[in-house]
């Protein structure tokens, strides 16, 4: 019981992060990844948070993919590839894998997706837009999800 006009104590709730963190993950983080991470900080600036990581990380981002984000006006040639890590998963409100399969830690309270797109390695330009495309699409949605109501930028086509 609580004394006579005291409101019982109510548990905290955490709250719900001003900007959502979003980790976009593949084995390489070559292709895929980059695109959409690079895609998201373009379309959304500050107001999410962005990572991208690979299970494998390879040398240096693809040049096709490179190229193919030139296109829309979108400059990744300075990023590099990065290893994933157990505290950028769990420092993520989203998670969304691009064929990383059981190689992604799972944590709960963490939202995972997986979207199921062709991978660049080895493909030209030609190759490489339609996948470019479709992550611009899903990045498009993706915000809509999670920070709704955010003006999006228009990238250049």
Known sequence: MTPAGQRPSVPSVPPVPSTPSVLFVCVHNAGRSQMAAAFLTHLAGERVQVRSAGSAPAGAV????VR??????????????????????????????????????????????????????????E????????????????IDEIAPGIAVRRAAS
Not at 62 to 65: F, K, L, T
Not at 68 to 84: F, N, Q, R, Y
Not at 116 to 123: I, M, T
């Open 68 to 125: 193919a984000m030139a296109e829309t006006g979108i400059d990744i040639s300075a990023e590099v590839p990065k290893v994933l890590t157990v505290e950028s998963v769990q420092a993520s409100d989203v998670v969304i894998t691009m064929g990383c399969g059981d190689t992604c830690p799972v944590f709960p309270g963490t939202r995972y997706l997986d979207w199921e797109l062709p991978d660049p390695a080895g493909q030209g330009v």
């Open 127 to 142: 190759a490489v837009r339609p996948i470019r495309d479709e992550i611009e699409k899903r990045v498009r949605g993706l």
């Open 62 to 65: 693809n040049p096709a993919v």
